[in-house]
């Protein structure tokens, strides 16, 4: 690795950036000679023996995770702050040698998988300027896509790390709740918050993944067996999908076989009764308990539709938050009697692909619609890898393998077997550059 | 062992129950005919070779957790129903042969730690008649006390189950929270709530725990090192204690010495604001949503002071509980740090021994006061042993040794050194038989 290869890197991505024409998917982006001059800094470090295992990643980071010396907005201008200290897991892809571009857009306070509901302006898809960028990890999931940063950082509570990966054509990898540290992220649902990260292929987000979590549990499985049993639910349960999400759903799986896997039918119930919780249930008072009196404080400078959903969380009762703790308890007893002891589920990632219109014209049904298998992930502990999984009416179709708690190697490596390879359209102008 | 040798011990129980005079500790008492036949049938299995480990141990139950085929009230007769099924704590007790007297009096809903809180008597100390007996598991703790049954559950979330051992002279283990299956348990705040078992000896008590929890966990420590460090908390810390309570307390920590321990100071104030937290927060409404409904629907059907307490959790607000719970995790972080790297804490069970005429008149004030030291354990997560420390005023005088979670039998060991032989002046007029 030479200087002038990482900065001309830089330039390049800068370069893309600007091609991909998508300047709302940031809300920081660092002026490029700066990180030029961090580029020739880490340079120099490496030049002099250090081992960086992430060397000269571009990494952006969504805007409700601090990074030091920039705004945190959490999509939200008036409640903007600049932290001292960057997020922990900021921090640890930083020392392993990532650079920074910037802070990317979000929906605000990270409520929505949709990526418009930001003053910072809806996050377009990277290919069809008409259709969502799905979110709220918006800006994270388009720069990754456009080829203009190698891993970005996601948050997820619904969806948010995997919904925006299936509409951008990359791989979003949603680690179990509690083992990537959580420091210096601003809360969504802090019981069930998590850092996520994108990459274009599963090996450079598995690479971040290590650097950014916690050691491995001593009794976590370091890999999938080696034909791990995976649960398919039956084409009929599929309730939301369109006839052709289902043929790509179907050969997904058909992929999983032919690649060994032993595929097994689940009835999702249990898994879609606990997503509703996350919404309909009393949850969401933890959305307002972290923002909520910053909201009722600053009326008019909130998007409505997320004023509106943490205003509803106002008068929930604590007796009511109590009772759904028990029957998602109860429903994760169900859910892991219906999972028995198969290794993985394959899903689909999200039910359908949106146009900006549509969810303008239903913001929260259209919403709740693209949650309908990602919401009961986090509230059952489970991890889960979002993956590509070819096409379907012409655009990126995405599954997501989904494995026990601490069994995230598990879900990456049953994921591997569905090949990830990046899209044949890529559209990013530039060429994956093999670097390091 | 005879048959004869167990059915005297039943009928020399119930002639100690008489002596005893104190009919409101139970709810309900089996008829002892009925139990001297449960005693014939026990004795043909052990004489047919079955081994059991608490042949013939004499079990009250608190009123609160289900006796198939008896009524559980919760200390509220509109309440009451017939369980089918006994609580699993109750039925692993069974299984090794403890044979049930009946069901005991408590603080209705297990909501006080006085005895004085239930439509079924105040339960009487066994010493004093004017003085409380301690609660939430009033009957229980006296009929142990009283030489009537050698074992009786309690459930502890803010004391219940270390209070009423203190004052009534005899050892209460209270385990680390869910190592003993709730299941049949009435709950009263769930997140908090934990099955406890009483008994005259320490070894009584820890052989009853090892049959009602599930196994212990391969992480935790099976015993105290030789010189456990124990932390004790400076006199002019113990502000609500009599200047006898404070020499009786200082003489508990000189024996710990004398056996060995190495003594740490402490300063209780993360633990004593964890105490506060538990009612004086938002947790009273897990309160509210086990029986809140229930108490709502029947006005003049429960005790006053219970449903105000209930009642006032009503409208709690869900963002409240969720700052509280981020309340608690900082607290909690404070009292480990304070903790560092000792094995035990040693702390005074409760604050005074007030007359039932003091509770009357400043019902919800007292009952607070006595939770100083109690109301935090299960909510910073650990497991406490609460045995005799000799006498002040002339009363029974308790400590409770506190370790960190799944380290009960450290507890346990270093109370051991306490001596926790029974009290001199014990009143029960049935001698302790020696049995099994």
Redesign the interface.
């Known amino acids: 690795m030479s200087t002038v290869d990482l900065v001309q890197r830089v330039r390049d991505a800068y370069a893309a950036n600007t091609a991909a024409d998508r300047p709302e998917a940031w809300i920081t982006l660092r002026a490029e000679d700066d990180v030029v001059r961090d580029a020739e800094a880490l340079q120099a470090r490496v030049a002099a023996g250090e081992v960086l295992p992430l060397a000269g990643k571009l990494l952006a980071v969504k805007d409700n995770l601090d990074v030091a010396g920039l705004p945190t907005t959490a999509g939200c201008p008036a409640f903007a702050y600049v932290p001292e200290r960057s997020a922990t897991a900021v921090q640890r892809l930083v020392d392993a040698g990532a650079l920074v571009l910037g802070k990317t857009n979000l929906d605000q306070f990270a409520t929505g998988l949709v990526g418009t509901r930001s003053p910072y302006g809806a996050v377009r898809d990277l290919r069809d300027p008409e259709r969502i960028s799905g979110g709220s990890s918006s800006g994270s999931a388009v720069v990754v896509a456009a080829g203009v940063a190698d891993l970005a950082l996601g948050t997820d509570t619904a969806g948010s790390g995997r919904v925006p990966a299936a509409f951008q054509g990359i791989v979003g990898l949603k680690p179990t709740v509690g083992t990537v540290p959580s420091e210096g992220l601003v809360p969504a649902c ?1 019981s069930f918050d998590c850092i996520t990260v994108f990459a274009r292929t599963l090996d450079e987000g598995r690479d971040a993944l290590r650097v950014m979590a916690d050691p491995v549990r001593a009794d976590a499985p370091r890999a999938a067996p080696p034909a791990p049993v995976v649960l398919v639910p039956p084409r009929e349960e599929l309730l939301h999908l369109s006839e052709s999400w289902r043929d790509a759903f179907e050969a997904a799986a058909k992929t999983l076989e032919a690649a060994g896997a032993v595929l097994r039918p689940v009835h999702l119930a249990p898994f879609l009764a606990a997503a509703k919780l996350l919404y309909e249930g ?1 949850f969401v ?2 959305r ?2 972290a923002v ?1 009196e910053f909201v009722d404080a600053h009326p008019g400078e909130v998007d409505p539709v997320v004023a509106g959903i943490i205003g509803s ?11 759904d703790q ?1 029957r998602l308890e109860q429903l994760r007893a169900e859910a892991m009697l219906e999972w028995g002891d198969a290794d993985a589920l394959l899903i689909p990632t999200t039910t359908d692909h949106p146009t900006i219109a549509e969810v303008r014209a239903a913001p929260v049904a259209v919403n709740s619609r693209l949650g309908t298998y990602t919401n009961s992930c986090n509230l059952l502990d489970l991890s889960a890898v979002a993956v590509p999984a070819g096409e379907a009416d012409g655009r990126p179709f995405g599954v997501t393998v989904v494995a026990r708690a601490h069994a995230d190697a598990v879900a990456a490596d049953v994921a591997a077997l569905l090949g990830g390879a990046p899209l044949a359209d890529e559209p990013s102008g530039l060429p994956l550059v093999v670097f390091g």
């Open positions: 802090r009393a008072a933890e307002y308990a909520g969380a106002r008068d929930i009762r604590a007796a009511d938050y109590v009772r028990e």
